[in-house]
């Protein structure tokens, strides 16, 4: 096998794993096309396509958080 070493553990704990951010629930109107696309992604991508939107929102507002 050769020469072992140990390797420190980088994961973390159970109770940082759950942690969830504040949502705020919103009614938003998007249009058909959009949302077609989403679920249809979502679906191959076997994940929620309200999740998918939130990070997409979630993506440009920490983008031009940043340069702002």
């Not at 942690?19 to 929620?48: G, M, P, Y």
């Amino acid at each position: 096998m050769g020469r072992l070493r140990v390797i420190r553990d980088f994961l973390p704990p159970p109770e940082q794993l759950v942690a969830r951010e504040n949502k705020v629930k919103i009614t938003i109107s998007l249009s058909k096309s959009s949302i077609d696309f989403f679920k249809k992604e979502a679906k191959r991508n076997r994940t929620s396509y309200q999740k998918m939107i939130r990070r997409v929102v979630d993506s440009y507002a920490s983008h031009y958080q940043e340069s702002a």
